[in-house]
């Protein structure tokens, strides 16, 4: 959002009264001050705010070399008050030329996985990829790739704030988890990424090339929407956090 606008929406629910005037607030004690309904539009503002900021971050990187050859970043889509976060392993030529993660081939297995568990991207699903820039040849990312590319990707868990985190494929599985662990050892067990509960399957485009397979990855599905069921039990949700 540019800051002339944000200027405008903090202007009109009065935050620009509160900062100056509280000598040493932080924004977000100053944001606590606030009656509760001001208070709730001033974080909403704040948040769409720090994502524009790390999408711009993203889009922008040059921390590692994979910037010279990509045709742009590929930031994540979604919800950003979803429950769920899916991630993958990094942009394929698909993704890479369309700027949003798993619209290929995989992309659409995806999706039809996702949509038999009541998941889609346009409504309650948001996904993301370890690594926001295309490797050449789609070949395994570096671990000096991951290293430069991670820290955005715990951003956009720290501002989603998902209830329930689903890892799609090997790369992804490993790299959060911080193992070198074969994904059969990891699939049908509840992990966590920080306090977030985590679910490792198979990736689509593995089961798009083996798939006997996918009768295993129904199961993780299942699974991680059980795991999901009890974490919001008597609570009506739409998935996406309130
Ligand atoms: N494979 C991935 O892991 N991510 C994508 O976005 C596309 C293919």
């Given at each position: 959002m540019p800051p002339e606008r944000r200027q405008q929406y903090l202007d009109a629910i009065g935050i620009d009264r509160w900062v100056p005037r509280?000598?040493?607030?932080s924004a977000a004690r100053a944001v606590s001050a606030l009656p509760a309904p001001l208070a709730a539009v001033a974080d909403a503002v704040q948040d769409a705010a720090a994502w524009e900021a790390l999408r711009t971050q993203v889009l922008q990187c040059t921390k590692c070399p994979l910037h010279l050859t990509r045709t742009q970043g590929v930031f994540g889509v979604g919800?950003?008050?979803?429950?769920w976060l899916v991630i993958g392993e990094a942009p394929g030529a698909e993704e890479d030329r369309r700027g949003e993660p798993f619209v290929g081939a995989a992309g659409q297995l995806l999706d039809a996985m996702l949509r038999a568990i009541g998941l889609d991207r346009a409504t309650n699903v948001y996904i993301a990829n370890v690594l926001k820039s295309r490797p050449p040849g789609n070949r395994d990312p570096k671990p000096e790739e991951v290293a430069a590319c991670l820290p955005y990707l715990e951003r956009q868990i720290e501002l989603l704030r998902p209830k329930i985190m689903l890892a799609v494929g090997r790369i992804a599985a490993q790299n959060l988890l911080a193992t070198d662990a074969p994904l059969g050892r990891l699939r049908g067990q509840l992990h966590r990424f920080g306090d977030t509960p985590l679910v490792v399957t198979y990736h689509p485009a593995y089961l798009l090339r083996t798939p006997a397979e996918k009768r295993k990855a129904w199961e993780d599905l299942k699974f991680a929407r059980t795991v999901y069921q009890q974490l919001t039990q008597g609570s009506v949700t739409d998935g996406n956090r309130a």
């Open positions: 509280a000598v040493g607030l919800p950003k008050r979803a429950d």
